[in-house]
């Protein structure tokens, strides 16, 4: 059976059409593989323009809205806890990644003083996290508060002893000879605000001597 001339000059341009299609997404995936590459935010190429180095990630959060130090970050998928590296020295810093996978910051941690000099720290939360009701059916929010705090000053491995474990907190310990990380997590009412128990949970290391003070 032969093809119409109408029919051949449909069909060559169908596999004419699905040729541009073909050709076309493969430009925009190359687009794509190198604006992601390159653009501003993606993750590596953001630390390196804040001159930052990363040295290792301490946790990734994850996080429908977040709240550091009194100001929003935003819609965010996560915000990633790292020590990261500037000027030869290690610090404990914290970025943000959106639903659409760009970054942003980072935002550096909080120098301490007096007690605590040397030890720096970065704490947020998420809001909100659940709903539930009070009296004359007010709203009464629940949120997720993390506290993270980073020293070089560890003498012995860290173990906390279990009369100094946070009543009402989870905590996590990510060590490497003399750094580490304090990680707590505790949920709170929308008014409430505590430490997670780390001034128990310091000086409880300290006292026994894995800590120099």
Not at 71 to 78: Q, R
Request: some cysteine; hydrophobic content about 40%; glycine content about 10%.
């Amino acid at each position: 059976m032969t093809l119409s001339k109408k029919k051949l000059a449909w069909i060559l341009a169908g596999v004419l059409a699905l040729h541009l299609v073909i050709a076309g997404a493969k430009r925009m995936g190359d687009f794509m593989a190198f604006f992601y590459g390159n653009h501003p935010n993606n993750y590596f190429s953001l630390l390196a323009a804040n001159g930052w180095q990363e040295v290792e990630v301490i946790e990734d959060v994850a996080s429908p809205v977040s709240e550091r130090h009194g100001g929003w970050a935003g819609c965010t998928g996560l915000t990633r806890v790292l020590l990261a590296e500037k000027a030869g020295k290690t610090h404990l810093i914290c970025v943000d990644r959106s639903h659409l996978e760009d970054w942003s910051g980072p935002s550096e941690a909080e120098a301490l003083e007096g007690e605590f000099a040397g030890l720096e720290r970065i704490c947020f939360s998420r809001y909100p996290l659940q709903n539930t009701y009070g009296g004359f059916g007010e709203q009464e929010l629940i949120m997720r508060w993390d506290w993270f705090y980073y020293g070089s000053n560890a003498a012995a491995l860290l173990d906390i002893p279990d009369e100094a474990l946070p009543q009402d907190a989870t905590v996590q310990i990510w060590q490497r000879g003399a750094e580490y990380v304090l990680h707590f997590t505790a949920y709170l009412k929308k008014n409430e605000y505590r430490d997670g128990g780390f001034i128990q949970v310091y000086r409880a290391l300290r006292d026994r001597g894995m800590l120099e003070e």
